[in-house]
């Protein structure tokens, strides 16, 4: 879950973010989405990543714009977020089996997401 603010909090769910460093996270959003337009006015971000393996975190930090459009997704920015803390959220008493579970309705959708994933990988890889 992505979130910006307008000064109010606003949580999106974002698709397979990929880890570009110990403090860097990269992500794709639509670029007509309200999220992308309040990041350019508020850099200061959160994601929330709650997964299996007791995987339960919170990212904060600023956001940039580092390919719009993004390179074979013209209607899609990558963006870089610059992590300054990690909230860790595990807890004793509970543990995280399983993060958002999504069923696949539309297979060219999911081969499109694989594809600006495979960007970001590149990006990640290549130091953007």
């Known amino acids: 879950m992505l979130v910006t603010t307008d000064p109010a ?10 880890r570009a460093g110990d403090s860097r996270i990269l992500l794709s959003l639509k670029s007509d ?7 350019r006015e508020r850099p200061e971000v959160a994601l929330l990543i709650l997964g299996g393996g ?21 209607d899609y920015t990558a ?9 860790d959220h595990r807890q004793s008493a509970f543990a995280v089996a399983a993060g ?22 590149s990006m990640a890889s290549e130091g953007n």
């Open 9 to 18: 909090p606003h949580a999106i769910p974002v698709s397979w973010p990929v």
């Open 100 to 121: 958002i579970q999504r069923n696949v309705i539309d297979p060219t959708e999911l081969r499109y997401l694989e594809k600006r994933v495979a960007t970001l990988k």
């Open 79 to 87: 963006v870089a977020i610059e992590v300054s803390v990690i909230d």
């Open 33 to 39: 989405r309200g999220s992308l337009a309040r990041l």
């Open 54 to 74: 007791n995987v339960a975190l919170c990212a904060r930090g600023r956001a940039e714009i580092v390919a719009d459009p993004m390179p074979g997704a013209d």
